[in-house]
Every structure is written in C-alpha cells, then in structure tokens.
C-alpha cells in the first residue's frame, strides 16, 4: 500500500503516538499526452520493453524468492540492464530496474514487521508483474533527468528518443521532478509527473536544482493552512454513510453517498454477469468472445474508479475545511476490520475504495495542515462507546446499550475511533450536520441544521 506522502501513521497498540514531521511532500500530477502518429508507434515500443523488462526481472527474482527465499539483487539487475540498456537507453533502463528494487524493499519491509502491522497490510506478497486483462501493461518510465516539463510551450521533452509531445491539463505543483511514467489506456496517453512540492535544491548537498529539472507548477506547498485550534476528531468510514465525524466539542457530522452506493452496486452487478459470460466463453474455448469480456470488465472497472475518485475528492475537500473552521488539528480514521481481512479477490475494488478514500482524506487534511491516525477498528461497533460494555445492534443503524440508551451506531462507531485515540469520548453531542456527496459535490441535506456553523459551509 502506497501511503500518501508520509502523514499518514499507523497507531500502534492504540496508543496515542507523537507524529513526526510529514517527511516527504511528493504529489503526482498526471497530464494527458497527444503524440503524433509516429510517436505513439515509438511510445507503445518502449512501454513495451520497459514493461517486459519489469515483468523479466521480477520473474527471476520471484523464483529465487520461492526457492530460498532469498534474491540476487544485484545479479539479477546487471543480467537485465544488459539486455534492455540498449533498447531503453541506460538511464531509462536503470528506473525500471529501480521501481522493481523499490517494490521488493517494501515488501521485504512488510515481511519484517509482519506483525507489528494493521491487519490489511498483513497480507503481503513479492510484487506482482504489469499486467491488465492478462496482457502486459504498458508504462514507460524515464529517470528524473531524461525529460523535461517545457511549461511555456505546453510540451513534455523525452530527451532520449528527442520527442516533443504536447500536453493537455493543470500543472497543478511546483518542484522537484521525479521519475516520470507515461502510461497508455487504449488509445490515451498520460503522463504522470511526480513532483516533490517546493523542492528546488538538491537533496544532498542542497545546491540549488537544475531549472530544467524543476516543474514550475501553480502550487509550491502542500500545506496551505496551519490549524486554528487543538480539537480532535473521529470518522468512521462507511458505504451508505460515506463518513460519520464526531468532533470533541460534540459536533456530528454524516456524510452520506447514495449515488455512490448505488454506482457501486451496479458496477458489482454489471461485474458479475460479465464474469458468467467470461466463464460460459472459456468452457467453449472462445478466445476472442473472452477477451471481448475481458477488456469491458476493465473499461467498466475504470468507469466506476473515477466515478468513486470524484465523490471522495469532493468529499475530502469539504470535510477537511469544515473540520480546519472547526479548530481540529488531529484527526483519527477508522479502517473497518472486515475490510481489512478481505484478501482481496471478490471485494478488490471494496478494498481498493477505502484505501482511496483514505489517502483522498489524509492529502487533503494535510493541506490544512491537520493531523491523521489511521486505526484499525477491531470491536468498536460492538461496544458502546459511553460505557463501554456490549450492545445489541438492533434495529438496523441503532445501537442499544443494556445501560438504557440508543446510540446511532455509526456515531457510536467514530466515538469508538475517538476514544481508541484519547482514551476519552464525548458526553453531550449536537444534533447531526448532514451532507449528501453526489455527482453536483457535497450538498447539505434539507432539515439538518447546517447553519449551525454560521453559514461557513456553503462550499
Ligand atoms: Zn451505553
């Protein structure tokens, strides 16, 4: 799992932990690329290569990982920077061989604190090869010094194959570039820019950067905003309410997603029938009729990626400025347990949902300069989060506690997060502030008393 950008932490044995310095300031801008005829043929050339190379590299060392468990780094790397120096010229060769190097650190990483980690990390494996409908997946990759964001001219400079391919889209940061990926769906082309937000010295020796390697973007911060005050807040995550907030002062907030919901489960059942139709092709050996099956799950997969990525933008941006007015400096995220045990077959987009909508929380707080813990909820909807004994959890959405009183169980749930957080919760809560997130952004929904906040939250 990719963490964004180092503010993100785990909560170890649920203690409070003092966070370190966010270390790393890394966001990714992705532009989308229109090469010419004769560019696209070279492109989807050299994706190839880099892809093969990476899926070549990563074969051998996943049979020596097998084997003895144990992996010639080195040797593996110089066998394939051998084969592949010529066709991706040295540097480029290097990065691909780079990213497949960095893949094993962090597995082998995970291996080593298997068990010191939140339960969804716990299942780890040697990383896996670029692959998408059982074909290769095509990336090509270029070292940090190899290209060239030509702003002015709106042009991306390969400086290895000496193409100019203009782009289209925001240059949204401003900084230190790093290694570039160009990646292709069907007929698109897009480049994915990192960028070390305000970097413009070297890391070392902190001489100032070449310009050349320097994206003059719109933005040289992340942070924008510093906390106005020290509350603390909780949220649980769910899918019919997208986020439930209960803030130390009592504040409640829902943010309920029914249209994500309902994307969500057409997509599953769109997946389904054309899993039945990829199973009834294979029984009868129709190769082409499955692939035809193949590439439409992927067209539908990605339909409903960027459907979920825009709702929990919008959702992101409106929670962490309303939590920022509120005066919260640190927040606490609750991961479901249930989802954090999926291994990830079935509910792979489920998993793949909640870790984006994490890191779309934890970038945009970070950008109001608050604070996020990640926990994992273990029993939190089983327990009342007041008095801490078991509840039944009946009617559906209600939690009664034996001690005589109803609690709404998602908002027993964020009080649950919270008091994993500060060992404290909260006794007097207002009335719920609801929101809906749909396709128009996060709308406040009639009858809830947003005004509460003065009228700040019409966003
Ligand atoms: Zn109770």
Not at 35 to 58: C, F, M, W
Not at 111 to 137: A, I, Q
Not at 232 to 243: E, P, R, Y
Not at 410 to 438: E, Q, Y
Request: proline share 4%; charged share 30%.
């Amino acid at each position: 799992m990719t963490l964004p950008s180092g503010q993100l932490q785990y909560h170890e044995e649920r203690e409070p932990i003092s966070p370190a310095m966010p270390e790393g300031n890394v966001r990714t801008t992705v532009v989308r690329l229109f090469p010419s005829g004769a560019q696209q043929k070279k492109i989807r050339r050299l994706a190839d290569a880099s892809a093969r190379l990476y899926n070549e590299v990563n074969y051998e060392r996943r049979q020596q990982f097998f084997k003895d468990k144990r992996v010639d780094f080195k040797g593996t790397w110089d066998k394939y920077y051998e084969k592949y120096k010529r066709i991706l010229g040295s540097a480029n060769a290097q990065a691909v061989l780079q990213k497949d190097n960095e893949a094993w650190s962090s597995f082998f990483s995970l291996l080593k604190n298997k068990d010191s980690l939140p339960p969804f990390t716990k299942h780890v494996s040697p990383p896996g090869y670029w692959k998408e409908n059982e074909k290769r997946k095509l990336i090509l990759v270029v070292r940090q010094d190899r290209y060239e964001v030509d702003e002015e001219r709106r042009v991306l400079i390969l400086k290895d194959w000496k193409m100019e391919i203009p782009f289209a889209g925001r240059l949204r940061w401003f900084g230190t570039q790093g290694r570039l990926e160009v990646h292709i769906d069907g007929d698109k082309f897009y480049a994915h820019i990192p960028v070390d937000v305000g970097r413009v010295t070297t890391k070392k020796s902190k001489r100032p950067m070449k310009e050349s390697l320097i994206v003059h973007g719109e933005r040289d911060r992340v942070q924008v905003k510093t906390p106005k005050g020290e509350k603390v807040a909780s949220i649980d995550l769910g899918i019919n309410m997208l986020a439930t907030v209960t803030v130390d002062d009592g504040t409640v907030l829902f943010y309920r997603g029914s249209t994500v919901k309902a994307d969500y489960f057409y997509f599953q059942k769109k997946v389904a029938e054309l899993d039945k139709l990829k199973a009834e092709a294979e029984k009868v050996q129709e190769t082409e009729a499955r692939e035809e099956v193949l590439s439409e799950r992927e067209r539908l997969f990605k339909r409903l990626y960027r459907r979920l990525l825009h709702h929990y933008r919008a959702l992101s941006s409106h929670l962490s400025k309303t939590l920022w007015q509120l005066g919260v400096s640190t927040v606490y995220l609750g991961y479901p347990y249930s989802i954090s045990q999926d291994k990830g077959n079935k509910f792979t987009s489920n998993i793949w949902s909640y870790r984006k909508l994490v890191e779309a929380i934890t970038d945009k707080l970070h950008e109001y300069g608050i604070k996020a813990y990640l926990t994992v909820e273990y029993n939190t909807s089983r327990l009342c989060a007041l008095h801490g004994v078991v509840v039944e959890r009946k009617p559906r959405g209600v939690v009664s506690c034996p001690l005589g009183h109803r609690l709404h169980s998602d908002i027993n749930g964020a009080l649950n997060i919270m008091k994993l957080g500060i060992k404290r919760t909260v006794n007097v809560l207002k009335k719920p502030l609801s929101f809906l997130v749909s396709s128009n952004g996060v709308t406040p929904v009639k009858g809830s008393n947003t005004s509460d906040l003065g009228g700040t939250l019409a966003l």
